[in-house]
């Protein structure tokens, strides 16, 4: 029987216990299946990073996780409640709890960088203003943008955007954090310092860490374990060393970047484009 | 049989359509009604700056439209009203088709081009660039966030635009009195708030409110469904443009017929 973490009563099994659990995980976009029972356990503080190429899911599991799209069929659990089942307060209050960082930074333009920062805390808290000062501060601060705060998100080069988007997810204080491709567009430099970020965030808060990308170099400086997805199913999960050392031929080409064998003939191509391939626009 | 078909997939749709519109303008309505005494404060700082550019910022333009439009009606009813020696009734066929009708159907058209779009625009490229997919993570309701204050901006602002527009719509129409048909301005304006009666507005102001509603449920409605991509932004502002302007003259037939009817057909 599978033990969601509500089942686990003393400290020391909850410590053990998988922060997340994904039970036979279904994801539909209408008619097209996009995930086909998708599997597996994310365990209190480490960091799983989600693996996959463009179109194969992962951002879809991504949305998933947060709760931005239901599952059509399986369970996933955090904190005790079944996110496919629970009803939409619920899903509020378990989202208080989770923090997300975005592609894009998804920052409100219309707001200053603290503005930005506070919302979830004027929103969800009865803090004093003082407070909210303080904390906004503090989070700006850890994530190298002391003093930003009245910057307009549009004064923010793309790595500082990303810092700030950061910030705002931490503002509630979350138990699990979920970045959504954290170097995309990014200069090597500034996205190695994205990654900083993530494992200095990861040393001071134990936090969960949950991180999609497809940058293999940024994905084995930073995962615990990882999970490969390929359209829409699980095909390797482990500890970073295990990954390394796959003899899976799907596993070895995508961490080999091995190129996908030309298409030689129009039929090849039109087969690999309605069949083979499940595009997935959001990964991109 | 497959025109049939045809037809009902697009009446199921209009209705689909429709019924997506009422829950949005419902919750829309929770939020501004009921939320407050349950604990989610209005954002009543959004809401004035909502305000500020729906309302104060669209009078030049208002004001230009209706002036005008007043003066065309009074130059069109004169037409035939000379030929029964009748040009008296000028200011009054002037004042009620503004009141009861022009009124408020040129301030939502108005409305419509300046902030629908702005609305569909506004949230469309907020769905584009994830920022409501980052507020429902923040457990932060996009209709609350967002659509509330609109909502509130637009009940409010557009019945005061509407009387706005009904004074210079007489007053582009007192031109003409003045200038072509032996009024004052003193006696044209007498003349035109003896030909009123409360209804008259009152009627008037009742569908300017419908009409505040149906352009912020479609405008908010387009944004939110917006596709991937900044070119769905554009279609998203131009559907919502047309739909309310459609939207809004439904509306406006169904209250004209309820009022006409149900007014003991007097009114």
């Known amino acids: 029987m599978v033990k969601s973490p509500a089942m686990a009563e003393t400290?020391?099994?909850?410590?053990?216990?998988?922060?997340?659990s994904l039970r036979n995980v279904h994801v539909s976009y209408g008619e097209r299946e996009i995930l086909h029972g998708v599997?597996?356990?994310?365990?209190?503080?480490?960091?799983?990073?989600?693996?996959?190429?463009?179109?194969?899911?992962?951002?879809?599991?991504?949305r998933t996780l947060v709760g931005l799209e239901r599952p059509s069929a399986g369970e996933i659990w955090i904190r005790g409640k079944d996110l496919a089942t629970t009803p939409p307060d619920e899903l509020d209050e378990i989202r208080k709890k989770i923090g997300m960082s975005f592609q894009g930074g998804a920052l409100f333009g219309s707001m200053t960088v603290g503005e930005n920062v506070a919302l979830p805390l004027r929103e969800h808290t009865q803090l004093e203003d003082s407070t909210i000062e303080i904390m906004l501060r503090l989070k700006l601060e850890q994530v190298g943008l002391a003093g930003f705060e009245y910057y307009m998100p549009s004064q923010l080069s793309g790595g500082m955007k990303k810092r700030a988007a950061v910030a705002r997810a931490l503002a509630m204080d979350p138990e699990i954090l979920f970045f959504d491709e954290p170097s995309a567009g990014?200069?090597?430099?500034?996205?190695?310092?994205?990654?900083?970020?993530?494992?200095?965030?990861?040393?001071?808060?134990?936090?969960?860490?949950?991180?999609?990308?497809?940058?293999?170099?940024?994905a084995f400086l930073i995962a615990d374990r990882m999970v490969l997805i390929d359209k829409g199913n699980v095909i390797a999960?482990?500890?970073t060393a295990e990954m390394r050392a796959s003899t899976q031929p799907r596993v070895r080409q995508f961490l080999d970047r091995v190129a996908e064998p030309e298409v030689a003939r129009e039929m090849d191509y039109l087969q690999m484009l309605t069949e083979d391939r499940r595009p997935d626009d959001r990964s991109t | 049989m497959q025109v049939l078909s045809q037809i009902g997939g697009s009446v199921t749709d209009g209705l689909a359509y429709l019924g997506a519109l009422t829950s949005l303008g419902g919750r829309a309505a929770y939020y501004t009604f009921i939320g407050p005494f349950r604990g989610r404060p209005l954002r009543l700082q959004r809401a004035v700056s909502q305000a500020m550019d729906v309302g104060v910022r669209a009078l030049p333009i208002l004001s230009l439209i209706t002036f005008f439009i007043g003066l065309i009606l009074a130059l069109q009813s004169a037409y035939e009203l000379k030929k029964f020696g009748a040009m008296n009734l000028v200011a009054t066929a002037v004042a009620i088709s503004m009141t009861r009708e022009l009124g408020p159907l040129i301030t939502a058209i108005v409305v419509i081009g300046r902030s629908g779009s702005a609305f569909a625009a506004e949230i469309g490229t907020m769905k584009v660039t994830e920022e409501i997919d980052a507020l429902e993570t923040m457990a932060i309701s996009p209709i609350h966030f967002l659509v509330t204050p609109k909502f509130l901006a637009m009940i409010i602002m557009l019945p005061?635009?509407?009387?706005w527009a009904n004074m210079m719509g007489i007053l582009g129409g007192s031109l003409f009195g003045v200038a072509q048909a032996d009024f004052t301005l003193l006696r044209y304006i007498q003349a035109s708030i003896e030909s009123l009666f409360v209804r008259d507005i009152a009627t008037g102001l009742i569908k300017s409110v419908m009409f505040g509603i149906t352009i912020t449920a479609v405008g908010c409605f387009e944004g939110l469904s917006t596709g991937a991509g900044a070119e769905q932004v554009g279609h998203s502002t131009t559907r919502a443009v047309v739909m309310s302007i459609f939207l809004v003259v439904v509306v406006d037939l169904v209250f004209t017929l309820l009022f006409f009817f149900v007014g003991g057909n007097n009114g």
């Not at chain 1, 989600?50 to 599991?61: E, N, P, Q, R, V």
């Not at chain 1, 990014?186 to 990308?213: N, R, S, W, Y």
């Open chain 1, 237 to 239: 999960i482990g500890p």
């Open chain 2, 160 to 163: 005061c635009l509407t009387i």
């Open chain 1, 11 to 20: 400290k020391d099994e909850q410590q053990n216990s998988p922060m997340i």
């Open chain 1, 186 to 218: 990014l200069d090597p430099i500034i996205a190695a310092g994205i990654d900083q970020l993530i494992l200095e965030l990861k040393k001071a808060f134990h936090m969960t860490i949950i991180v999609v990308t497809h940058e293999l170099a940024s």
């Open chain 1, 39 to 62: 599997s597996f356990d994310v365990m209190r503080g480490e960091t799983m990073v989600i693996l996959g190429g463009s179109g194969s899911g992962k951002s879809t599991l991504l």
